[in-house]
């Protein structure tokens, strides 16, 4: 074994380490949304390479958590708003992937609103003393929309993968 011993540094006086205010994450995300690029961001404000992309980057990797009925060419334009390089929907997609999350059709379930819920306690109220032969004689009808040959283009949605 080697006697030598082996420091460790504190992350504070790690070169490059940076603790930043939110006012610094601020200007770091608002001069690459505005086109710089990240050598103009280091010249200009004297942060270090790898603080710059990597505020930025946790700062992409916020749109879809933000909006999970976000669809992927508007995720797509939002990267390459103000972007040097462009991505396209296909990477975009294979990333959202990548980070665990999947693509899902959104339920289309009504809400009960307060009003909803008295008028089903009203009428549980008034049919109460109803027997089974008494409901026999009742249609029930889910009102449901059925299409042969054109989706629907239900909302797609990203949930994470369990």
Known sequence: MSDKCIRS????????????????????????????????????????????????????????????????????????????????????QRTVINMGSRSRSSTRAPLLIARHKALLLSCARQHYHWTADDWKHVTWSDESRFQLYRTDARVRVWRRHH
């Open 9 to 92: 540094v504190p992350a504070a006086a790690m070169a490059g380490y940076q603790d930043l205010s939110d006012f610094e994450r601020g200007v770091i995300i608002s001069a690459r949304e505005m086109g710089h690029s990240i050598s103009e961001v280091e010249m200009k404000f004297e942060f270090s390479r790898t603080t710059i992309s990597r505020v930025y980057r946790e700062y992409r990797t916020r749109i879809l958590k933000r909006d999970r009925r976000t669809i992927l060419p508007h995720i797509a334009a939002d990267f390459n708003d103000g972007a040097s390089t462009s991505v396209s929907v296909r990477t975009v």
